[in-house]
């Protein structure tokens, strides 16, 4: 399943082994794309990979 938020500049595809956030275009993109994803890692139900660290969120 693929949604595109051309507002915002952020795509996400959903498959059976992720949820995968594309931010594209602008830093506000990335921004609302790293937000919603670390929404979803408040509860510790799911873990974000972070490209700056180079690994996996750590709690």
Known sequence: MEY???EHG?????TDRGLYFIAVWSQD???????TA???TDTEEFVKYDPQNGGWEEF
Do not use: H, P, Q
């Not at 952020?10 to 959903?14: F, Q, S």
């Not at 993109?29 to 937000?35: L, Q, R, V």
């Open 4 to 6: 595109k938020n051309k």
């Open 29 to 35: 993109a990335i921004f609302e794309a790293g937000m």
């Open 38 to 40: 670390s929404e979803f």
């Open 10 to 14: 952020v795509d996400v595809l959903l």
